[in-house]
C-alpha cells in the first residue's frame, strides 16, 4: 500500500519529479483518500502551490482515464472545481455530458457543485432546468456554480426570477439575488441592487458583492455615484464583523480612501456623504490597528494594507478633518436614512456644533429619528432645555416611548 501521506507530500512539493508521478497516482487510480487528504491541506497552503498541483493534476489526464476525474466529485471543494470541470471539457462528448447530468439531477450536493461548474464550460440546455432550480439554492456553493452556467447560457428565465426576488422577497431572497447576479456574470442590475441596499436590513451584506462585479471605483465615476457612496459606507461599516478583513482588497478600500480624500478637498454636493465615510474609516481602521485582536490572524498582507489605510487617512492634517466634520453636518437637513448614518459619527467625534441642528429634530414625524437623536444628545451631555414631555406627547410605538424614558 502506498504511503499517502508520503504521496501527499511529494504533490505539494517543489521535486517536479516526484510531485507529477503522485499526481498520476492519484488520477490513474482514482485514490479519493488521497484527494480529500489534498483538500484537508489547500486550506493552508500557499495559492501558488495550489496552482502547482492543480497544473500537474492536469497534466496527469489523458483521453485513457479523464473519466477517473468524476470519481472525486465526492468529495467537493472549491480550490478544485474549476480545475475538473476544465479537464473534463477538454474530452467532453455525449456520453459524458449525460453522465454528468445525471449527478446534477440525482447525485449528492458535492456532486452536482461540481456538475453544475461542468455546465459553465459546456453549457449544454439539457441541464437548463435542474440549473435555474439549482441557482437559489441555500448551498452557496451549488447556487454559485448553477448561476455561473445560466450566465453562460445567457438564460433570460433564472434572471428575470432573480429580478423579481430582488424586488419582492424579503432580506434574504434579496441578497441571494444579488449573489446570483455576481455570478451570473453579465448584465448587472445596477438600480435595482442599489435600491435593495437602501431597504434592507442586511445591507452590507449585499454591498459586500458589489465589488465582485464592478470595480466602485467605475461605479464612482457614473450615473451611480450618489448610490456608490452609499454601497461604500456599508462596507466600511462590514468590514472586521460582517466581512471579513481579507476583501479590503476585492473592496480596492485603499484607493477609494484616496479617491474619497481628494473630492473633499473642497466643499462639494456630496461633501456630507463623503465625510461620513473618510470619519467612520479613520475611526474603524485606528480600532483595527489599536486592538491586534482584530487582526491576529489575518495574512501580512491584509494586516499591512489595513495599516496603509489609516496612514493615507492620519497623513491628513487637521484643518482637513475639521472640514469633515462641518461637513456632515449636512446631512442633518437630509432624510431619515442620513441623519441615522451621521449621529455615530457625531458620537463619535463628540461634535458640539450639531447640538443646534438636533435638537430641531426631536420634533421630527419620525419616532425612531426622535430616539436615536436623543440619544446622541444625551452623549453630548446636551438634553438640558428639552421639553421631554411634549417629546413624548408625539410618541405612539409604546417599545420607542419606553426607551425614550430610559433617556
Given at each position: 500500500?502506498?504511503?499517502?501521506?508520503?504521496?501527499?507530500?511529494?504533490?505539494?512539493?517543489?521535486?517536479?519529479?516526484?510531485?507529477?508521478?503522485?499526481?498520476?497516482?492519484?488520477?490513474?487510480?482514482?485514490?479519493?483518500?488521497?484527494?480529500?487528504?489534498?483538500?484537508?491541506?489547500?486550506?493552508?497552503?500557499?495559492?501558488?502551490?495550489?496552482?502547482?498541483?492543480?497544473?500537474?493534476?492536469?497534466?496527469?489526464?489523458?483521453?485513457?482515464?479523464?473519466?477517473?476525474?468524476?470519481?472525486?466529485?465526492?468529495?467537493?471543494?472549491?480550490?478544485?472545481?474549476?480545475?475538473?470541470?476544465?479537464?473534463?471539457?477538454?474530452?467532453?462528448?455525449?456520453?459524458?455530458?449525460?453522465?454528468?447530468?445525471?449527478?446534477?439531477?440525482?447525485?449528492?450536493?458535492?456532486?452536482?457543485?461540481?456538475?453544475?461548474?461542468?455546465?459553465?464550460?459546456?453549457?449544454?440546455?439539457?441541464?437548463?432546468?435542474?440549473?435555474?432550480?439549482?441557482?437559489?439554492?441555500?448551498?452557496?456553493?451549488?447556487?454559485?456554480?448553477?448561476?455561473?452556467?445560466?450566465?453562460?447560457?445567457?438564460?433570460?428565465?433564472?434572471?428575470?426570477?432573480?429580478?423579481?426576488?430582488?424586488?419582492?422577497?424579503?432580506?434574504?431572497?434579496?441578497?441571494?439575488?444579488?449573489?446570483?447576479?455576481?455570478?451570473?456574470?453579465?448584465?448587472?442590475?445596477?438600480?435595482?441592487?442599489?435600491?435593495?441596499?437602501?431597504?434592507?436590513?442586511?445591507?452590507?451584506?449585499?454591498?459586500?458583492?458589489?465589488?465582485?462585479?464592478?470595480?466602485?471605483?467605475?461605479?464612482?465615476?457614473s450615473k451611480y455615484k450618489e448610490e456608490s457612496l452609499v454601497c461604500i459606507y456599508y462596507l466600511i461599516q462590514g468590514l472586521g464583523e460582517i466581512l471579513p478583513l481579507s476583501d479590503i482588497f476585492q473592496f480596492e478600500i485603499s484607493d477609494i480612501i484616496e479617491r474619497l480624500i481628494h473630492l473633499n478637498q473642497n466643499h462639494n454636493e456630496l461633501s456630507g456623504k463623503i465625510?461620513?465615510?473618510?470619519?467612520?474609516?479613520?475611526?474603524?481602521?485606528?480600532?483595527?490597528?489599536?486592538?491586534?485582536?482584530?487582526?491576529?490572524?489575518?495574512?501580512?498582507?491584509?494586516?499591512?494594507?489595513?495599516?496603509?489605510?489609516?496612514?493615507?487617512?492620519?497623513?491628513?492634517?487637521?484643518?482637513?478633518?475639521?472640514?469633515?466634520?462641518?461637513?456632515?453636518?449636512?446631512?442633518?437637513?437630509?432624510?431619515?436614512?442620513?441623519?441615522?448614518?451621521?449621529?455615530?459619527?457625531?458620537?463619535?467625534?463628540?461634535?458640539?456644533?450639531?447640538?443646534?441642528?438636533?435638537?430641531?429634530?426631536?420634533?421630527?414625524?419620525?419616532?425612531?429619528?426622535?430616539?436615536?437623536?436623543?440619544?446622541?444628545?444625551?452623549?453630548?451631555?446636551?438634553?438640558?432645555?428639552?421639553?421631554?414631555?411634549?417629546?413624548l406627547s408625539k410618541i405612539q410605538n409604546p417599545n420607542i416611548k419606553a426607551l425614550i424614558e430610559n433617556i
Amino acid at each position: 500500500m502506498e504511503n499517502k501521506d508520503l504521496l501527499l507530500k511529494e504533490l505539494t512539493g517543489k521535486d517536479e519529479i516526484k510531485a507529477q508521478n503522485a499526481a498520476n497516482y492519484l488520477v490513474n487510480n482514482s485514490d479519493i483518500e488521497l484527494y480529500k487528504m489534498l483538500i484537508d491541506k489547500s486550506d493552508y497552503l500557499f495559492s501558488f502551490i495550489i496552482n502547482n498541483v492543480s497544473k500537474r493534476i492536469e497534466k496527469a489526464v489523458t483521453k485513457e482515464n479523464f473519466s477517473n476525474v468524476i470519481k472525486f466529485f465526492d468529495n467537493y471543494s472549491s480550490y478544485y472545481d474549476d480545475l475538473f470541470a476544465s479537464i473534463l471539457a477538454k474530452h467532453a462528448n455525449e456520453d459524458l455530458t449525460d453522465k454528468i447530468f445525471e449527478l446534477l439531477e440525482n447525485g449528492t450536493i458535492d456532486q452536482k457543485i461540481y456538475s453544475a461548474k461542468y455546465f459553465s464550460y459546456i453549457p449544454d440546455t439539457v441541464a437548463l432546468e435542474a440549473l435555474c432550480k439549482y441557482a437559489f439554492s441555500d448551498d452557496e456553493n451549488l447556487s454559485a456554480n448553477s448561476a455561473e452556467a445560466l450566465g453562460q447560457m445567457q438564460d433570460d428565465i433564472s434572471f428575470d426570477i432573480a429580478l423579481n426576488n430582488l424586488e419582492t422577497g424579503d432580506d434574504f431572497d434579496k441578497l441571494k439575488s444579488v449573489k446570483f447576479f455576481c455570478a451570473y456574470g453579465k448584465n448587472y442590475p445596477f438600480k435595482q441592487i442599489f435600491d435593495a441596499i437602501e431597504i434592507s436590513k442586511m445591507p452590507e451584506n449585499i454591498a459586500g458583492q458589489i465589488p465582485y462585479m464592478e470595480s466602485l471605483l467605475t461605479l464612482m465615476e457614473s450615473k451611480y455615484k450618489e448610490e456608490s457612496l452609499v454601497c461604500i459606507y456599508y462596507l466600511i461599516q462590514g468590514l472586521g464583523e460582517i466581512l471579513p478583513l481579507s476583501d479590503i482588497f476585492q473592496f480596492e478600500i485603499s484607493d477609494i480612501i484616496e479617491r474619497l480624500i481628494h473630492l473633499n478637498q473642497n466643499h462639494n454636493e456630496l461633501s456630507g456623504k463623503i465625510a461620513v465615510i473618510l470619519l467612520s474609516a479613520l475611526s474603524k481602521f485606528k480600532m483595527f490597528c489599536e486592538n491586534e485582536e482584530y487582526i491576529f490572524d489575518e495574512e501580512k498582507d491584509t494586516k499591512a494594507e489595513i495599516k496603509a489605510v489609516l496612514n493615507i487617512l492620519q497623513e491628513q492634517n487637521n484643518d482637513f478633518w475639521n472640514s469633515q466634520k462641518q461637513f456632515i453636518l449636512e446631512l442633518l437637513h437630509g432624510n431619515d436614512k442620513d441623519i441615522i448614518a451621521v449621529l455615530p459619527v457625531i458620537t463619535e467625534y463628540d461634535i458640539q456644533s450639531a447640538i443646534p441642528e438636533l435638537k430641531v429634530l426631536t420634533s421630527s414625524n419620525n419616532e425612531i429619528t426622535v430616539c436615536e437623536v436623543l440619544n446622541t444628545l444625551k452623549s453630548l451631555n446636551a438634553l438640558e432645555g428639552l421639553d421631554i414631555d411634549i417629546i413624548l406627547s408625539k410618541i405612539q410605538n409604546p417599545n420607542i416611548k419606553a426607551l425614550i424614558e430610559n433617556i
